[in-house]
């Protein structure tokens, strides 16, 4: 079992940055593909971004491409989400997601293809 837990949001104004942070714990917490996900009020879930267990390969959703960053130190287990250039239409709860992957070069993109969720951490941009 891996649990999951985002930290780094926060309030911001238009044009700031963040940078979320995903921290896994628990036996078999390595060897895990990581996923980024969002929910807006009133919107479905949808996919952010995802990292392979090397690292070596990352995916994104074309619309966010070049403002979203995602990275990860599996010396402590984290995944990093960069957010740069906020727009208010980035404000959702955001989620990290994990899924063992034994090749090491996994990458998904469907919700449905992870077993772990963090609980989310919430990211408000004010105009």
């Known amino acids: 079992q891996v649990t999951l837990v985002e930290s780094g949001g926060g309030l911001v104004q238009a044009g700031a940055s963040l940078r979320l942070s995903c921290r896994a714990s628990?036996?078999?917490?390595?060897?895990?593909?990581v996923g980024w996900f969002r929910q807006s009020p009133g919107k479905e879930r949808e996919f952010v971004a995802a990292?392979?267990?090397?690292?070596?390969?990352?995916k994104y959703t074309d619309s966010l491409k070049g403002r979203f960053t995602i990275s990860r130190v599996n010396a402590l287990n984290t995944v990093v989400l960069q957010i740069n250039n906020l727009n208010p239409e980035d404000t959702a709860v955001y989620y990290c997601?994990?899924?063992?992957?034994?090749?090491?070069?996994?990458?998904?993109?469907?919700?449905?293809?992870?077993?772990?969720w963090g609980q989310g951490t919430r990211v408000t941009v004010s105009s």
């Open positions: 997601a994990s899924v063992w992957d034994r090749s090491g070069s996994g990458t998904y993109t469907r919700s449905e293809d992870y077993h772990n």
């Open positions: 628990g036996r078999t917490a390595s060897s895990n593909a």
């Open positions: 990292i392979s267990w090397s690292g070596r390969i990352t």
